[in-house]
C-alpha cells in the first residue's frame, strides 16, 4: 500500500490582513503549516488556527521563517548559523505554546526552505534547533535535496515533502518561479503527476525527463477555489488509485 501524508500552509493572516482558505482547505489534508509570526500569522490567527486544525482532527506544524513580514518570508536574509538556529527555536516556542504536545512537525517556510535545500550549513541549524527542542519532532524536507539525505543520516524523523504544481529540473530539484511553466495550473496534469510520486516515485521534469522521487507528504495550496477543489478531488483520486492517505505521524518514524 502506498502512503502519503497531504499537507497545506495554514494560519497566514496577519493583523488586519486575511490569506488563504484556512477553513476550506483544512478538511483535505491531514497535515496543517501554521505560520509562527515571522513571515505572516498572530498569536490571535494561531489560536484559531490551532482550534480550526484540532476541530479537524489534523496534525500540527509549525511553519518558521526567516524575519521578513513584508516581502512573506520569500526573500533571503543573510544571518548568522547561530542567529538561524535561535530563530527557529523562537518560532517553534511560539506554536508549541498554543499546542502543547499536540505540535507534531516542523516544515520551514518560503526562503529559509529553499537555502536549506542548497546549503547543508542552514539545514543543520535547522536540524539542531528542531532537535533540541524534541527529538520526536518531524523534520519536513525537500525530497530528493541533500537536506533530506542529511536528516536521513541524522537518524531523525524525517518526511520527504514533493509539490503537487511546481515543476522540477532533472536533479530534483525546484524550478525557480522566475521561470515560466515553473507553476503547473491544469489540475488533470497535477492529479496525474502526484499519483506517479506517490505510486511510482517517479515525476517528470520541465525537460520532460523522468526521474526518481520519493516522497512521504505532498504540499498543497488553498488560496483561492480553484486550489480548494484540486485538493478535494486529488484526495478523492489518490484513493480511488489504491493509495492510502494519513498523517505524518501515523507513518514516518
Not at 542548497?118 to 533540541?132: G, M, Q
Amino acid at each position: 500500500m502506498n502512503v502519503v501524508d497531504l499537507n497545506a500552509d495554514v494560519g497566514e493572516s496577519y493583523g488586519l490582513m486575511h490569506s488563504g482558505m484556512d477553513s476550506e482547505i483544512i478538511p483535505h489534508v491531514t497535515s496543517v503549516n501554521i505560520a509562527t509570526g515571522f513571515h505572516s500569522g498572530d498569536p490571535d490567527t494561531i489560536k484559531k488556527t490551532i482550534n480550526l486544525a484540532f476541530s479537524n482532527n489534523k496534525s500540527i506544524g509549525a511553519h518558521p521563517s526567516y524575519p521578513d513580514l513584508q516581502g512573506f518570508g520569500r526573500r533571503k536574509i543573510d544571518m548568522d548559523i547561530d542567529s538561524i538556529e535561535n530563530l527557529i527555536s523562537y518560532q517553534i516556542g511560539a506554536l508549541h505554546a498554543f499546542a502543547k504536545d499536540k505540535l507534531m512537525h516542523v516544515k520551514p517556510h518560503g526562503a529559509l526552505y529553499n537555502n536549506a535545500a542548497k546549503d547543508l550549513k542552514i539545514a543543520e541549524a535547522i536540524f539542531k534547533s528542531i532537535d533540541s527542542f524534541d527529538e520526536n519532532l518531524i523534520h519536513v524536507s525537500l525530497a530528493n535535496s541533500d537536506w533530506s539525505n542529511f536528516l536521513k543520516s541524522k537518524k531523525v524523523k524525517v518526511a520527504s515533502e514533493g509539490f503537487a504544481d511546481r515543476a522540477y529540473d532533472e536533479n530534483g530539484h525546484l524550478v525557480s518561479r522566475s521561470i515560466e511553466g515553473s507553476v503547473l495550473h491544469d489540475e488533470n496534469e497535477i492529479i496525474d503527476r502526484v499519483i506517479g510520486m506517490v505510486k511510482n516515485k517517479t515525476v517528470k521534469s520541465i525537460t520532460g525527463k523522468l526521474i526518481k522521487i520519493d516522497v512521504d507528504t505532498i504540499c498543497l495550496h488553498g488560496d483561492n477555489k480553484e486550489s480548494v477543489s484540486l485538493a478535494e478531488n486529488l484526495k478523492n483520486e489518490l484513493l480511488n488509485s489504491g493509495c492510502e492517505i494519513k498523517s505524518l505521524p501515523q507513518f514516518v518514524n
